[in-house]
């Protein structure tokens, strides 16, 4: 009964959730003013004070500040990828436009050279399911991994097993 809107948007406010958590808030509050009114909790002129609350200003705390490779920064990696194997993976990353989780997972079987492709059998969604060109610019990247482990992963560690996050950030 005490609850104002000034309560409500400061909630909303330091959330630090994105847009459509809001909504979702929103909604459930409205439920509940509604609930509260039927059963005469509140008086009716109450139940307006959850139209008034401003959601615009969401945003998304999981949000990461990512910023761009730069053609300099690319050249880089291709200037030391041959002396350094490990530079090879986020030229990959950049080129085929795989989440980190899909290189771990790319198995040798999945590389067809005479087609250009690879197939992306394992991903975070069932629409990630895809297959994958394989750019000129990384071609030799690929036979390069195709050939020099035994591992059945194109992208594995020193013992040839697939990559893991920890693993991955370590190297």
Same mark, same amino acid.
């Given at each position: 009964?005490?609850?104002?809107? @000034?309560?409500?948007?400061?909630? *909303? @406010?330091?959330?630090?959730?994105? !847009?459509? !958590?809001?909504?979702?808030?929103?909604?459930?509050?409205?439920?509940?003013?509604?609930?509260?009114?039927?059963?005469?909790?509140?008086?009716?002129?109450?139940?307006?004070?959850?139209?008034?609350?401003?959601?615009?200003?969401?945003?998304?705390?999981?949000?990461?500040?990512?910023?761009?490779?730069?053609?300099?920064?690319?050249?880089?990696?291709?200037?030391?990828?041959?002396?350094?194997?490990?530079?090879?993976?986020?030229?990959?990353?950049?080129? !085929?436009?795989?989440?980190?989780?899909?290189?771990?997972?790319?198995?040798?079987?999945?590389?067809?050279?005479? @087609?250009?492709?690879?197939?992306?059998?394992?991903?975070? !969604?069932?629409?990630?399911?895809?297959?994958?060109?394989? *750019?000129?610019?990384?071609?030799?990247?690929?036979?390069?991994?195709?050939?020099?482990?035994?591992? @059945?992963?194109?992208?594995?560690?020193?013992?040839?097993?697939?990559?893991?996050?920890?693993?991955?950030?370590?190297?």
């Amino acid at each position: 009964i005490d609850i104002k809107l @000034d309560h409500i948007q400061k909630v *909303a @406010d330091q959330s630090g959730k994105h !847009t459509p !958590t809001l909504k979702k808030l929103k909604n459930l509050l409205g439920l509940m003013w509604d609930y509260c009114v039927k059963h005469e909790i509140l008086p009716p002129d109450k139940r307006q004070i959850i139209r008034y609350l401003d959601i615009t200003k969401g945003g998304n705390p999981n949000k990461l500040d990512r910023t761009v490779f730069s053609r300099e920064e690319i050249n880089l990696l291709w200037s030391v990828a041959d002396q350094d194997p490990r530079y090879q993976i986020p030229l990959f990353l950049i080129y !085929t436009g795989l989440r980190i989780g899909e290189m771990y997972n790319l198995k040798k079987c999945d590389i067809s050279l005479s @087609d250009h492709v690879f197939q992306v059998t394992e991903a975070k !969604t069932s629409a990630g399911v895809r297959e994958v060109p394989i *750019a000129d610019k990384i071609a030799q990247i690929v036979k390069f991994r195709l050939f020099s482990t035994e591992s @059945d992963y194109l992208f594995c560690n020193t013992e040839g097993h697939r990559f893991s996050d920890k693993v991955f950030r370590d190297h």
